[in-house]
């Protein structure tokens, strides 16, 4: 089998590494815009041969996996809709939101060519080629879009090597749980950090009277912003509904701060805590 | 030295185990409205007596310490007002908002008793006597409150043993900066829990999906609501007033999402990156 892994961050040189542990030869080029990424992936085992002309790279493959940042995954897209591929390929990727990617992929399934978009529940706080991890997929949550249940079960059956917990999910639904998950935690910690300027300003020795909670809370606000600005505007209606449902839980609790109304703040937490509880650690 | 201990919860419970490490003769009598309670602080060796009579309890005490919650500590020092004291007792309470608590000790310091208000950073997710901890207040931040210079010496020469630093501060600028660092991610983290739950009852397998950085911002969502509505009741006004900043700071996000302003989106997270580099973790 040939796999054609195109960028070579964290996600991609880790699902290189994972794919190796499957039972079948298996070629791997890397394809990543830095060269010296590509060299280091060379170096480390994680790929078999580098390339920077895609081309050449996708030619005759059987499997290629767009692990880059969401918008140039929707880039790489169009290029392959006008290169040479081998007809049973399967194109898929890694972004974090898939609604833009389904419709971006539509010129390359409309030219006949399988496309399965996917996202898997995995990543750490670490990132680049040097984060490579095979283990990185294994017994996570692996969504898989596609309409298709026999271009499905290709998939499942070309990425077995990485162990992963395969699901399929729609795009919409997908992108509206990750909106809830993981796009409005990182608006809602960088919020409360930016809300800590003033105060900060004022009283420079603040952070060493910040306890657990306040560091567990804003912990992802210390989040990378060129990647989370890619993520929140490949996402932007299911995020902007996720946020809009967060500000009228913000509007109520001031009313019921305003109003003194013990009762409505018992019944907040209350409430916070029961659902909390669905939720591990 | 005697020393009194209201409430043998986790703070107080503690303090007595701290206390007692000191180098001087000292006798500790424990004040709790559980009876079980405070059997089990004497079979621990926490406190050496135990009453339910304030009165009995407080008679000849060099330092009555309050470390019930903020409400109660409140009704305790009406209480201590009308009672019999030693005339050179210093009095002191653990609650964690203090603007409160400051003007509730009036009638007690009119009447020539000394109030010193205190707060330490420390305290665990446990609760209980048995959660007492000897080293509870090691190296803690620990704020006094109190105008008197000499009578701030004379507190943090009597709490000596508990190895706390010391630092003193005025009770609104303690408020604001709780308020900020603690009452505000309360609210932040519950607001956010609360939010899931229409995603939730659609998709009651969302819990599965959510990654470290939704468990983290969201754990202090499950704290406890009788607690956490008894701490902002008690600091209405800062809090109100850091909960408006964040809100519109969450305003400001939603108006640059609905304009797919990338920039906007770049800026909020750089600033949120720089300011919490200067936090720990």
Same mark, same amino acid.
């Given at each position: 089998?040939?796999?054609? &892994? ?8 880790? =699902? ?60 790489? =897209?169009?290029?392959?809709?006008? =290169?040479?591929?081998?007809?049973? &390929? &399967? ?15 539509? %010129? ?42 026999? =271009?499905? %079960? ?17 795009? &919409? ?32 020795? !603040? ?49 019921? !701060? %305003? ?23």
């Amino acid at each position: 089998m040939k796999l054609v &892994v195109v960028g070579l961050g964290e996600m991609g040189a880790s =699902l290189a590494l994972a794919m190796k542990r499957g039972r079948g030869k298996i070629e791997i080029v890397g394809v990543d815009n830095d060269e010296r990424t590509m060299n280091q992936a060379v170096q480390l085992g994680i790929i078999d041969k580098m390339t920077t002309d895609l081309q050449s790279a996708v030619i005759n493959a059987d499997l290629i996996v767009l692990a880059t940042p969401t918008k140039v995954i929707i880039d790489y =897209l169009t290029q392959l809709a006008r =290169l040479t591929l081998k007809q049973t &390929v &399967v194109v898929t990727d890694t972004g974090s939101t898939k609604v833009q990617v389904m419709q971006a992929a539509r %010129e390359l399934t409309t030219a006949g060519i399988n496309f399965v978009g996917g996202h898997a529940m995995a990543g750490t706080q670490k990132a680049g080629v040097t984060a490579a991890d095979e283990k990185l997929y294994d017994e996570v949550p692996y969504f898989l879009i596609s309409t298709q249940p026999k =271009l499905i %079960e290709t998939t499942q059956r070309l990425l077995a090597p990485l162990q992963a917990k395969f699901t399929t999910i729609t795009a &919409v639904k997908h992108d509206q749980m990750m909106a809830q998950l993981s796009d409005l935690p990182h608006i809602v910690a960088a919020a409360l950090v930016n809300s800590t300027a003033q105060t900060l300003q004022a009283e420079p020795e !603040l952070p060493q009277y910040a306890a657990g909670g306040f560091k567990d809370t804003t912990r992802i606000g210390g989040a990378d912003p060129k990647m989370w600005t890619d993520v929140l505007m490949t996402n932007r209606p299911a995020t902007l509904s996720a946020l809009q449902h967060y500000q009228a839980q913000i509007a109520a609790m001031i009313s019921v !701060l %305003e109003n003194g109304d013990a009762a409505g703040i018992n019944a907040f937490f209350t409430s916070s805590r029961a659902i909390r509880a669905k939720f591990e650690e």
